[in-house]
């Protein structure tokens, strides 16, 4: 029987808020068995570009990476942002250890094709290195990544926390019964966006494309979504989607995602 472990992604209107991030650390540092988090920390990142006089350049929800926005995002999210988690996990009793996709050659990818876009040292992941983070795991050390990967040749990429935290999952599905957990903002999946108590609470497959036909899942939930269940047809057991209290053991306000 394989061991449980636990993959959480938080989402950056958290991590930007001190004080949820101290209540959402507290609730993960609580969460039994293996696990490890996920972050990036985009908001941070522009705010320390703006007062270094860099433009940040979005097209569609999404960063232009160019040299000097890299060695921001690099300084935010794998230095600023990873190392003060890291260490608030430590004063809860955690044992975290902050990495980059670089470290233990842990996650490797590729520089995005220029297509219409052209997003600069952007990175599409080509794999996991699932030996060095499982020793990590049964040494008692829990990961913490960074929305950063890299290249084999000595090349830092930005690289979606989301995505990060899908192929984490689906590379350790062999090894561990995976769950993946998507913290954001909302409670879960909303038949209302304006109502947080309208959460659908378990979505297999067919409720999925029923709800993608009625227009429930749209806008930012369509790439969401799409990765939660690129998920659950590639190894992952259980994905779950939901605000920092789904991981909350008597917590029922969240969405439970199967095939």
């Known amino acids: 029987m394989k061991e449980k472990l636990s993959i959480v992604k938080i989402g950056g209107n958290v991590i930007e808020n001190t004080r949820e991030l101290e209540k959402f650390l507290t609730l993960f540092s609580e969460l039994e068995g293996m696990k490890i988090l996920v972050h990036g920390?985009?908001?941070?990142?522009?705010?320390?570009?703006?007062k270094l006089g860099i433009e940040s350049k979005m097209v569609g929800g999404r960063r232009i990476t160019d040299a000097e926005t890299l060695d921001i995002i690099t300084m935010v999210y794998a230095g600023l942002t990873n190392k003060n988690i890291v260490a608030q996990l430590q004063?809860?009793?955690?044992?975290?250890?902050?990495?980059?996709?670089?470290?233990?050659?842990?996650?490797?990818?590729?520089?995005?094709?220029?297509?219409?876009?052209?997003?600069?040292?952007?990175?599409?992941?080509?794999?996991?290195?699932?030996?060095?983070?499982?020793?990590?795991?049964?040494?008692?050390?829990?990961?913490?990544?960074?929305?950063?990967?890299?290249?084999?040749?000595?090349?830092?990429l930005n690289t979606n926390a989301d995505t990060i935290a899908s192929e984490l999952a689906i590379g350790l599905g062999d090894t561990f019964a995976t769950t993946l957990y998507y913290c954001f903002e909302k409670p879960g999946v909303l038949l209302n966006v304006f109502d947080d108590t309208s959460v659908v609470k378990e979505i297999d497959t067919k409720k999925y494309k029923q709800l993608l036909t009625e227009g429930v899942i749209a806008d930012g939930m369509l790439p969401k979504l799409e990765n939660c269940f690129h998920a659950l047809n590639n190894k992952v057991e259980t994905v779950c989607l939901g605000n920092m209290y789904m991981l909350e053991s008597n917590n029922p306000f969240f969405t439970t995602l199967t095939l």
């Open 41 to 50: 920390g985009g908001k941070l990142a522009t705010q320390l570009a703006s």
């Open 91 to 156: 004063s809860r009793g955690c044992n975290a250890i902050g990495l980059s996709g670089a470290d233990g050659n842990s996650i490797r990818a590729h520089k995005r094709p220029v297509k219409d876009i052209d997003f600069g040292f952007v990175g599409d992941i080509d794999g996991v290195n699932t030996k060095i983070i499982s020793k990590l795991l049964t040494s008692g050390l829990i990961p913490v990544f960074c929305a950063m990967s890299h290249d084999g040749q000595g090349q830092l």
